[in-house]
Structures are given as C-alpha cells and as structure tokens.
C-alpha cells in the first residue's frame, strides 16, 4: 500500500491522472508510457495535458471519475471507482465486491 499510494501522489494522484495511471501499471501490468498512453486515449486528452491540475479537474469532473473538492452530488467514492472502472474497462475489486453485494 505504501508504494502505491507513493506512486499516485507522486504523479500528482487525483490532482491529475496519477492514480488512473498508477491503477494501470498495478492492476494491468503496464509500463508507465504505456499506461499514460492508455490513460489519454480514454480520456480524449494530450499526455501533457495529464499532470496539469486546472485542466484534469475539469476533465474529471466530465467523466464522473472524482475530484480532490466534489461539489454536493458529483460522484465521489465506489461511484467515481465504478465509473472509473467502466471508463478505462477494467476490474477494480472493491466494484465488483461492492456490485456482488448489492445486486
């Protein structure tokens, strides 16, 4: 936990794109360009634009996928995990434990 969480917030984590990417290169096994890559691709942004904190908040505002401040009924917690999820199509447990549940 204690390198993720070092790898997320040192890539700016949900400031900008870094736990998106560092998701990737955990969960997928991606290299980090690759995951970058990814990343961009599915939020329809430049790779520059990803560590630009003004821009990706916007950008996450957009997609539902959280914001360091939500404001009141913006997703935050398993449901900005759930759209992460479906946005950049891949398995996330808490979801699947959390849909498991409730389904």
Known sequence: MVISHAL???MGGVRTT???VARLQMSEGM???EAKEYVADKLDVDIADMSD???MD???KEYGIGRVQP????PKGMEA???IAELLDIKINSVE???DKTS
Do not use: Q, Y
Not at 71 to 74: L, Q
């Open 8 to 10: 997320a917030s040192g």
């Open 53 to 55: 904190p003004v821009i």
């Open 71 to 74: 404001a009141a009924g913006e």
């Open 58 to 60: 916007e950008v996450r």
């Open 18 to 20: 870094g736990d998106l």
């Open 31 to 33: 290299r980090i360009e």
């Open 81 to 83: 995990k759930m759209n």
């Open 97 to 99: 434990n959390f849909k």
